[in-house]
């Protein structure tokens, strides 16, 4: 379904070659799996949601894709799709000038930005979400990626409705500087309100989570839960192996490795996924605040609380 | 102290010659008495020249310098006393991060720092300044007990960036920082961070997310570390004097677009040349700042930081035409 033809020339290179691998497949009609090389059916492949039968490699989605999977059909309503990167530091260096990369950008992979945003119902039960898209700068968050986040987290604030947000990034955007760190402590920030509002968030790994995407909304999760094989990590396994010159065991700083080491909830298979989901809307819907009235209020104040 | 850097060159010739001229002590003639005179002059005329016009990059030079001081200095210099805590009470004690409780100015505060090491020896023990996820899990015990004594927090940062090893991965580098992200974002005490050398990446927001954040005036706060931009932006870390100009690191830019509150001064030629007015300089700055914070009741401290926050970011809008666009 995706115009995924015109691999976008990129700044944030780390994982663009495998982006590259992911899409190497011939007009749909066929894909090879980057991971054990079967070549793979295109209509098979849609149909098994982009997943290898051999060998479970799970390819990229794009946000709609992701969208189409996880919710109710037509119920995802998006906000703030007019909200665009801008170039607030004239960046311009050797080869790389943001504003031109960003024209490109919107241009080839057909988005504004490197996320979208929105809510919607799943199994009717409603959510505000804000899903990644690595096509677009690498998923690289700049101001508008936290921006878009952020509105989608307070969105989920004014409505009263859990928080769900798909990570797909190589990390912050170099080319907006300072701007782009600091979009970790807004949308940490955010989150740290919704979880005193009592609202749930949940974050989805996706392939990569990596850099200041990681380090900040992607960990926060009440719960987290990653796609199979994605890359999970802080520093990325390039810097690893160059600043500590080791190679990097088979299966390092994965989804698996990462649940090994007690930093998320669980792996699950992208087919499970929208029941997961599903199944974590109902629990925690269930909250039961009926023990939170305080012991020393009197009888009419318990009930102008329990009114509103 | 010497002026060692590149675009100190001059500066290190006069001051030879200044040096010179001193050694001779009482056997100097008058004439060479007005020479010594006039290269002090001329030393101080072309400092003040060269450092009011530092690029991005030079400024990275002086925030590194091997003599800057480190937050024990500052700490040693600027507080009436220091108890140091230690650990993270789960895995160990990282020697990247220096906290512990402090009296500064009759009242106690919570130091939360960055510390580098001066030599091989101490930079073993300090990790380079780079911490491990035990350090931001030491920062943010020591930041709740602060909380709960009502303490104000107080930040130095310099360090290059948290430690990118593999075993950092597996104690959960990203997770420590994003929790200290959130922790601080709703800290029930006022809380002032200054950029004292190095700011690198989410090693340093990881204990700077503040009410005020302060920079000296020869430091620098970046996303990346010049060579990791460069790295990621056109895979080769000789590049990396480019990307510190691209991406504006220095404090004076960073002044310049608001993304920081206030500059402090540094004695002439850096904060290595004279430590205890740097110190001092530090010490009015943080004290300033604290006063106002303290008259802030605490709700609107936390809303005032939220915003602070929320707003930092630029973005444009283009008009969105409903349903044509959505062909994927």
């Given at each position: 379904?995706a115009k995924e033809a015109a691999v976008p020339?990129?700044?944030?290179?780390?994982?663009?070659?495998?982006?590259k691998?992911?899409l190497a497949h011939i007009g749909n009609?066929?894909?090879?799996?980057?991971?054990?090389?079967?070549?793979?059916?295109?209509?098979?492949?849609?149909?098994?949601?982009?997943?290898?039968?051999?060998?479970?490699?799970?390819?990229?989605?794009?946000?709609?894709?992701?969208?189409?999977?996880?919710?109710?059909?037509?119920?995802?309503?998006?906000?703030?799709?007019?909200?665009?990167?801008?170039?607030?530091?004239?960046?311009?260096?050797?080869?790389?000038?943001?504003?031109?990369?960003?024209?490109?950008?919107?241009?080839s992979v057909n988005?504004?930005?490197?996320?979208?945003?929105?809510?919607?119902?799943?199994?009717?039960?409603?959510?505000?979400?804000?899903?990644?898209?690595?096509r677009?700068?690498?998923?690289?968050?700049?101001?508008?990626?936290?921006?878009?986040?952020?509105?989608?987290?307070?969105?989920?604030?004014?409505?009263?409705?859990?928080?769900?947000?798909?990570?797909?990034?190589?990390?912050?955007?170099?080319?907006?500087?300072?701007?782009?760190?600091?979009?970790?402590?807004?949308?940490?920030?955010?989150?740290?309100?919704?979880?005193?509002?009592?609202?749930?968030?949940?974050?989805?790994?996706?392939?990569?989570?990596?850099?200041?995407?990681?380090?900040?909304?992607?960990?926060?999760?009440?719960?987290?839960?990653?796609?199979?094989?994605?890359?999970?990590?802080?520093?990325?396994?390039?810097?690893?192996?160059?600043?500590?010159?080791?190679?990097?065991?088979?299966?390092?700083?994965?989804?698996?490795?990462?649940?090994?080491?007690?930093?998320?909830?669980?792996?699950?298979?992208?087919?499970?996924?929208?029941?997961?989901?599903?199944?974590?809307?109902?629990?925690?819907?269930?909250?039961?605040?009926?023990?939170?009235?305080?012991?020393?209020?009197?009888?009419?104040?318990?009930?102008?609380?329990?009114?509103? | 102290?010497?002026?060692?850097?590149?675009?100190?060159?001059?500066?290190?010739?006069?001051?030879?010659?200044?040096?010179?001229?001193?050694?001779?002590?009482?056997?100097?003639?008058?004439?060479?008495?007005?020479?010594?005179?006039?290269?002090?002059?001329?030393?101080?005329?072309?400092?003040?020249?060269?450092?009011?016009?530092?690029?991005?990059?030079?400024?990275?030079?002086?925030?590194?310098?091997?003599?800057?001081?480190?937050?024990?200095?500052?700490?040693?210099?600027?507080?009436?006393?220091?108890?140091?805590?230690?650990?993270?009470?789960?895995?160990?004690?990282?020697?990247?991060?220096?906290?512990?409780?402090?009296?500064?100015?009759?009242?106690?505060?919570?130091?939360?720092?960055?510390?580098?090491?001066?030599?091989?020896?101490?930079?073993?023990?300090?990790?380079?300044?780079?911490?491990?996820?035990?350090?931001?899990?030491?920062?943010?015990?020591?930041?709740?007990?602060?909380?709960?004594?009502?303490?104000?927090?107080?930040?130095?940062?310099?360090?290059?960036?948290?430690?990118?090893?593999?075993?950092?991965?597996?104690?959960?580098?990203?997770?420590?920082?994003?929790?200290?992200?959130?922790?601080?974002?709703?800290?029930?005490?006022?809380?002032?961070?200054?950029?004292?050398?190095?700011?690198?990446?989410?090693?340093?927001?990881?204990?700077?997310?503040?009410?005020?954040?302060?920079?000296?005036?020869?430091?620098?706060?970046?996303?990346?570390?010049?060579?990791?931009?460069?790295?990621?932006?056109?895979?080769?870390?000789?590049?990396?004097?480019?990307?510190?100009?691209?991406?504006?690191?220095?404090?004076?830019?960073?002044?310049?677009?608001?993304?920081?509150?206030?500059?402090?001064?540094?004695?002439?030629?850096?904060?290595?040349?004279?430590?205890?007015?740097?110190?001092?300089?530090?010490?009015?700055?943080?004290?300033?700042?604290?006063?106002?914070?303290?008259?802030?009741?605490?709700?609107?401290?936390?809303?005032?930081?939220?915003?602070?926050?929320?707003?930092?970011?630029?973005?444009?809008?283009?008009?969105?035409?409903?349903?044509?666009?959505?062909?994927?």
């Amino acid at each position: 379904m995706a115009k995924e033809a015109a691999v976008p020339s990129t700044g944030q290179s780390s994982s663009q070659n495998q982006a590259k691998a992911d899409l190497a497949h011939i007009g749909n009609l066929a894909v090879k799996c980057p991971k054990c090389r079967e070549m793979l059916l295109g209509r098979d492949w849609e149909k098994n949601l982009k997943v290898c039968p051999r060998c479970s490699y799970h390819f990229k989605l794009d946000a709609f894709e992701r969208i189409e999977l996880i919710t109710d059909p037509d119920s995802f309503t998006e906000i703030d799709k007019g909200i665009i990167s801008v170039d607030p530091l004239n960046f311009s260096s050797r080869s790389q000038v943001y504003a031109t990369k960003l024209e490109e950008e919107r241009k080839s992979v057909n988005l504004n930005e490197a996320v979208v945003s929105g809510h919607a119902t799943i199994e009717g039960m409603a959510l505000a979400l804000a899903i990644m898209d690595f096509r677009f700068i690498g998923g690289s968050m700049g101001s508008a990626t936290g921006e878009k986040i952020t509105r989608a987290i307070e969105l989920g604030i004014e409505k009263h409705i859990p928080v769900l947000i798909a990570s797909a990034s190589g990390g912050a955007r170099m080319q907006e500087g300072l701007y782009s760190l600091m979009q970790m402590a807004k949308t940490s920030a955010a989150l740290a309100k919704l979880g005193e509002a009592g609202l749930p968030f949940f974050s989805l790994l996706t392939d990569p989570t990596t850099g200041g995407v990681t380090a900040s909304f992607a960990m926060l999760g009440d719960v987290t839960l990653a796609e199979p094989g994605a890359l999970v990590c802080f520093a990325g396994p390039r810097v690893i192996e160059g600043f500590m010159h080791v190679k990097l065991p088979e299966g390092a700083v994965t989804s698996e490795f990462v649940l090994q080491h007690g930093m998320i909830d669980a792996v699950v298979h992208r087919r499970d996924l929208r029941q997961t989901l599903t199944r974590l809307l109902r629990f925690y819907s269930k909250a039961d605040t009926s023990s939170l009235e305080p012991v020393e209020a009197n009888a009419s104040h318990i009930q102008a609380t329990s009114s509103s | 102290m010497a002026y060692d850097l590149d675009f100190e060159k001059p500066l290190a010739e006069l001051e030879k010659k200044i040096i010179g001229l001193q050694r001779k002590g009482d056997r100097l003639k008058p004439e060479e008495h007005i020479q010594l005179q006039e290269a002090e002059r001329d030393l101080r005329h072309r400092t003040e020249e060269i450092y009011s016009k530092l690029t991005s990059w030079q400024t990275v030079q002086v925030a590194r310098h091997k003599d800057r001081p480190y937050a024990i200095d500052y700490i040693e210099l600027m507080c009436e006393d220091f108890f140091e805590l230690h650990g993270d009470r789960a895995f160990g004690d990282d020697r990247a991060i220096v906290a512990g409780i402090a009296e500064l100015d009759g009242c106690t505060v919570m130091l939360v720092c960055h510390q580098k090491g001066r030599d091989a020896k101490e930079n073993r023990l300090r990790n380079l300044g780079m911490p491990h996820p035990e350090g931001y899990r030491k920062a943010g015990r020591v930041m709740q007990q602060a909380e709960k004594f009502h303490f104000p927090v107080i930040c130095l940062i310099d360090t290059p960036a948290a430690f990118p090893g593999l075993e950092d991965e597996e104690r959960g580098q990203a997770e420590a920082i994003a929790n200290n992200l959130y922790l601080m974002s709703r800290l029930r005490v006022p809380i002032v961070a200054v950029v004292t050398g190095e700011g690198g990446s989410g090693g340093a927001l990881g204990i700077s997310v503040a009410d005020r954040i302060l920079m000296l005036e020869y430091s620098v706060y970046s996303v990346a570390p010049p060579e990791a931009a460069a790295t990621i932006l056109w895979r080769d870390t000789a590049f990396a004097p480019q990307a510190a100009e691209a991406m504006r690191i220095s404090a004076r830019e960073l002044k310049a677009i608001d993304l920081v509150d206030e500059l402090i001064p540094e004695p002439l030629g850096g904060a290595h040349h004279n430590y205890q007015q740097a110190a001092d300089n530090l010490k009015v700055g943080v004290l300033r700042q604290l006063a106002d914070l303290k008259k802030l009741p605490i709700n609107e401290l936390l809303e005032q930081r939220y915003q602070k926050f929320r707003n930092i970011g630029k973005f444009g809008y283009v008009p969105v035409l409903q349903e044509q666009e959505i062909e994927i």
